[in-house]
């Protein structure tokens, strides 16, 4: 399975490993560094996965005048919301109360929980 990449993403993961179809999950990624988190999403969708940042959702619809509510009021309902469709979540360092309540929420639900990046792309 020959792996596509961006010229910019080729710096993050030079090898990215192959998955076969069945492989492939949708993780949510929580921390508090986002430049971080994106590039941990960029390896992850390099490797062939389907990242998700709760942050790319709650930002652009705070940002839309018919919304009405704050970027604060949409963020934690948002990821608590994408969390009932991803299978499982990187938890990157740094502390937040939130995600650490996310990662409780994920393994109440029987979802695999990552600390690392290298443990997700390990499978």
């Known amino acids: 399975?020959?792996?596509?990449?961006?010229?910019?993403?080729q710096a993050v993961l030079v090898n990215p490993p192959a998955l076969q179809p069945s492989e492939v999950r949708m993780i949510?990624?929580?921390?508090?560094?986002?430049?971080?988190?994106?590039?941990?999403a960029l390896t992850l969708?390099?490797?062939?996965?389907?990242?998700v940042v709760g942050e790319w959702f709650a930002q652009p619809m705070a940002a839309l005048p018919a919304c009405g509510a704050a970027y604060e009021d949409l963020f934690e309902p948002m990821a608590e919301r994408l969390l009932a469709r991803?299978?499982?979540v990187l938890r990157l360092s740094g502390m937040s109360g939130f995600s650490d309540s996310l990662v409780r929420m994920a393994r109440?639900?029987?979802?695999?929980?990552?600390?690392?990046?290298?443990?997700?792309?390990?499978?």
């Open 108 to 123: 109440s639900q029987g979802l695999r929980v990552f600390f690392n990046l290298e443990d997700v792309l390990a499978g």
């Open 86 to 88: 991803v299978d499982g």
């Open 28 to 40: 949510l990624i929580t921390g508090t560094d986002l430049l971080a988190m994106q590039e941990a």
């Open 1 to 9: 399975m020959e792996t596509t990449t961006s010229t910019w993403s």
């Open 45 to 51: 969708f390099d490797a062939g996965h389907i990242p």
